[in-house]
Structure formats: C-alpha cells, structure tokens
C-alpha cells in the first residue's frame, strides 16, 4: 500500500489593511428598496408643499350663493363665528341649510320641537324615533324603588308577617 499523498490547506488570506471597512455586497433586493424609500419620501415631500399651498390659498372671503330660480345670489361674508346671521342670510332663499348643532342646542331647535323628537317624562329625557309611529305607542318606564320588591319576596318563599318585619326595620 502506498500512503495517500496529503492534502495541505490553502493559505489564509491576507490580513486587510489598516482603514479598512466591512462592505456588503450590493444586491438588487437592496437597490430596489432604496429606490423605492427615495421615491415614497420624495412623494410625501410634494404632498406636504401641495398642502401647504392649498391651506394658504383658503375659500375666499366672499361666497355667492345662487337660487333654484335663477335668481342673481346672495353674497354674504365667509364667518368663523356664530350660525344666525347665516340663518338669517338664507331664510328667504330656496336652500338646503340646517345647522350643525351642540348636544345642548338641539332640544330648543324649532323643527325639533315641532315633531317632538324628544320630551321629558318622569324617567328623563326620551329621545322618539323620527319615523311616525301610532298615537298609542309608548316606551313602558322602568319600574320604580321597590315597586316589585313584594312580588319577588313572595316567589322567593318571604311570607306576609316576615315582609312586614324587614319593611319595619328598613331592609325593604
């Protein structure tokens, strides 16, 4: 038998030299995902200046409404402010226009009241549906303190005298 004849490793390779840096291959997984962070910023940046640009240049100060009669319009003032004196601008026109009201305004609202939407009984405000419904429906009001207390003692098997027992020391 001959000896095999023996392998000898390569040699290790050359030490890198001073400065220098690890660096990763560039692949095209990697390109493409820069590609598209530059262009997903570079779009986020002209929606900002679109913006910015559109909120300088807000509605104007002044805004003609037209009439369903071919009428002219009404200029009226553009105002962050209170609703009535639009209110009052478009009472005479053929328009479209309720405010958007505060919880606490709505009960006083005019048309509100005049379908009776909401009414005050003796379980609290009671807020009706806006569809018609019949004269005799009526939401049952819940049921009193202890207006039921007897007749569910009674099913639990609590006689006459020993009711009339907690009634005297103030447990029912």
Known sequence: MTAAPSRSLPP???P???GFRFRA???VRLRLTLLYVGLFLASAAC???ITYFLVARQLPGTV???TSGGGTGVPFIWLAGSIFPWERELAGLEVCCEPVLQVGEVASNP???ARGLISTTTTGVEVRPAVPVRSDWRRLDPPGLGEHTAEILS???VDGPALESLKKD???
């Open 16 to 18: 890198p030299p001073s």
């Open 12 to 14: 290790p390779p050359p």
């Open 47 to 49: 929606l900002l200046v």
């Open 25 to 27: 291959p560039r692949t």
């Open 155 to 157: 099913e639990l098997g």
């Open 170 to 172: 103030g447990v029912v």
């Open 111 to 113: 048309q509100i009241a």
């Open 64 to 66: 003609t409404l037209r």
